[in-house]
């Protein structure tokens, strides 16, 4: 049986997700989680709710999930020295970097893997596994086929949302929230801007473009359980204690009794909270119109009533009966030995040495004494079995058994708060590298029109998409940054056609890509969606073979000049910049029909900014910010951070435009554009 993990946003939540039947409860922890916006817990607030599970058997994932500064970095190993003593069960994290401190620091501690490291094929949980992680969180956007294949074959545990909140982005490539209002997503204070309204062009009716309904997939338990996933996770941080209450109750409810839920469980689900309803599009493969939604008001008189009767089950003091035990009770005359195992400790021991006098009426009975001992109700214990050798004719009273009881479980129950113990080690010494000196520009394009116009003007690395760079020699070939196992075969026969027409390296902009660009036998350049944020990510991703880096366009240029750089590493410093890819194709709303092949899209927000809403491979989509980033008359900064290439990146630019900002970039002369642009995050940075 998979198990449950349901989201803790304080203590309170913590006791709502336990006392509901959480398996295993996730929850934030400082400043480096996802949901820096939530309460999240002091350390004695910790320390207490990883005890407090412990006790009950129920399991601890700390979100470690953030992108983390060289200048967090002794921060962050504060916190996960902590964490390791205190016996949290797992962190969950993000950052490449984060993991090998933790891999090298604190080696008993179990890692699983982020849904924020955008892992959605078999190389990249096999690439996870590489890495250390013991758990895989898979994106939302994961079908059923691809979960059984990639459970089935990977070597590691897999997890799966199946309740919440759906971004309409896959998790860990979203800087929409970054880009246009410094709150990141990557670090944990994304302001949720996919929320709201936007016009297509042409139309004058707003729409909630970027707004999927929330995911129940409450009557797909078996099949997810029949594919193997190891643990079934709701969405809800942010969300009120009873909100976690009532839906791990259901789903909780729904694995043990294997059974799809009634049309009143479905409706109390409705009403806790949905956006227009539900959907379960990724997982059934069937994306469409269907899948978006917003947020549906309830009037408070139909869920005050399931939010007040969840508050009861789970109140200060309440305690579900979740933890068998086995009770050995001895008695004669010369006093009495209660012995109480529950499988997983050494089990405790109580002695009551007291002489225990004959009955002058009514001796004890097994049945009496059972009666007392099995009376747990206060305490996580129930009773599995019960063992009594009791002499004849004792006068038992039943004060003297349920104060030897009490004194029994409280032992055992301190017993099993008990935190592992575990090692520490001190992060090994890093190497330093001498700074590059800036050899040049490279760029991406979108079409050959595009990479001619460079040729032709002296430019002579140009990246292209995968299906370009394969009908054009002289190419380096793009990955699509998403692609499923089923379109592999696909990708392999085109990277093989690049190889033939002299290609010798590959952008690679997943963590999966890895795995496929060696066997390949390209060169791996490491795009922007690897998140490389830091000075040890950079050490990874050379370990894993990389030979060039983009960095995080997410940093200022002062906290990129900090990173040791130990492979040559790119800064994109033109380009509109990539602010979402998705599954679910947005174009194709506008149109009914998809116009993968008919032109941009545009996307208008409220304050009269255009987004350019670009197809990707695979029927997927990409959007752009609305103004290039430019550093074209900056010459004097972003060469000297250390970076061995200016990386220009082409999208809707004729090819004119494209030779235009080449030649102002070799130039440092300044660009302009109609919509203006954009220093982008290099100067502001992010909260």
Known sequence: MPEFLAPAGSMEGVRAAVQSGADAVYLGFGTFNARRGAKNFSRQEMADAIRYCRER??????????????????????????????????????????????????????????????????????????????????????????????????????EVFVHGALCMCYSGQCYLSAVIGQRSGNRGLCA??????????????????????????????????????????????MKRPEYAAIVTEIYARLLREKRRPTREEADILRRVFSRDGFTDGYLTGKTGDAMFGTKTDIPLHEVKPLYDQAAQRFAEGREAPRVPVTWSFKADETGLLLNVWDGETDGVTVLDTQPVEAARNRPATEESVRKSLEKTGGTPFFAKETHIQLADGLMLPAARLNALRREALEKLLHQRGQAPKRRWQEPMPRMYHEKKPFSGFLATVTTWEQARALQESGLETIYAPLECAAQHPGLQPILPRVFRDDEQEKIEELLQICRENGATRALAGNLGHIPLLRRMGLAIDGDFGLNAYNSVALQTLADLGVQRQTLSFEARLAQLRDLDKPLDTMLIVYGYLPLMVFENCAIRRKTGQCSCKKGITHLTDRQGKRFALLPAFGCRNELLNSQPLSLSDKTGEYRTVGVSYGMLRFTTETPARCAAVYQAFQEGASITASEGVTRGLYYRGVE
């Open 192 to 237: 949720q801007p996919c929320r709201l309204p936007y016009t297509y062009d042409g139309q004058k009716r707003e729409t909630y473009a970027l707004s999927l309904k929330d995911l129940c997939l409450a009557g797909w338990l078996q099949p997810l359980v029949e594919a193997g996933v190891a643990s079934f996770k709701i969405e809800g941080r």
């Open 57 to 158: 058997g129920v399991k601890t994932n700390v979100t470690f999930n953030i992108l983390a500064l060289d200048r967090e970095r002794e921060d962050a190993m504060r916190d996960i020295r902590f964490l390791n003593d205190a016996g949290a069960d797992a962190l969950i994290v993000q950052d490449l970097g984060v993991a090998r401190l933790i891999r090298e620091c604190a080696p008993d501690l179990p890692l699983h893997a982020s849904t924020q490291m955008t892992i959605h094929t078999l190389d990249g949980a096999q690439m996870a596994k590489e890495l250390g992680f013991s758990r895989v969180v898979l994106s939302r956007e994961c079908t059923l086929e691809q979960i059984k294949m990639i459970t089935a074959q990977a070597g590691i545990e897999t």
